[in-house]
């Protein structure tokens, strides 16, 4: 399995690898490891030169994430959340947002921001090429950068957890492929930094909800479409 996607690690439980819970983590929230795959101990400890007791313990802290499920006797699986979950993960990620947006308004002229503005400008032109793997990888930036800029570490931890829940990546993958969206994503974006830029806390949040609340709501539409195709 290969990995990609960096992702920013979770505190772990002590005694735990931290380093190759990162690299476990990573095939889940990218996507790497699909919903329902087993996560074989042996074949793990093969592939990252460990013993199977570092892979246990990692795996024990990915169920208490929420990202695997161990069945004693059986095996750990990648877990995939119910539609309900999803539903109300979205609800939190909606808000935590909503709020970086906020905070960052206040901020004014920080180099998060003019990231943002860097990002919608490559947004554009890998739109303009079609090419959905980039955009899907400037749209986790986005994300984050906002997050960041809001300079809230407490906000920051709760959200790498909610977004590692969330498989983020393959809802993004999924969300791009319905017509219209990848224009429409970024016209969002786009609306968001004009928000933020305008220094009204408010109207930054309000953007941002809006457009967490639409791509819950292609990530509803693109979830039906693949069930219909399996």
């Known amino acids: 399995m290969q990995q990609s996607m960096a992702t920013t690690t979770q505190p772990a439980t002590p005694g735990t690898d931290a380093p190759l819970l990162d ?11 699909l919903p329902g795959e087993l996560l074989a101990e042996t074949a793990l400890a093969e592939e990252f030169a460990v013993s199977r007791t570092p892979i246990r313990e990692a795996l024990k802290q990915l169920e208490r994430e929420g990202l695997v ?46 990231s943002l503005a860097h990002n919608v400008e490559n947004e554009r032109e890998a739109v303009r090429a079609g090419d959905r793997t980039a955009y899907a990888t400037l749209v986790h930036d986005f994300h984050r950068t906002l997050v960041t800029g809001a300079d809230n570490r407490k906000l920051g931890e709760h959200y790498e957890l909610l977004m590692n829940q969330l498989a983020y990546h393959r809802i993004v993958t999924q969300t791009l492929s319905l017509p219209g969206r990848l224009d429409a994503s970024m016209d969002e974006h786009r609306q ?6 305008s220094k009204d806390p408010l109207f930054a ?26």
């Open 205 to 230: 949040e309000l953007t941002t909800r809006r457009h967490i609340s639409r791509t819950r709501e292609s990530a509803t539409i693109a979830a039906f479409a693949e069930s219909d195709d399996a």
């Open 192 to 197: 968001i930094l004009l928000a933020i830029q």
């Open 23 to 33: 690299r476990l983590r990573r095939l889940v929230v990218s996507g790497t490891a």
């Open 69 to 114: 499920e161990i069945r004693p006797r059986v095996g750990t699986f990648v877990r995939k959340p119910t539609r309900k979950e999803i539903f109300e993960l979205f609800e939190l990620k909606e808000s935590l947002e909503g709020l970086a947006a906020s905070l960052l308004a206040r901020r004014g002229d920080v180099p998060e921001l003019r």
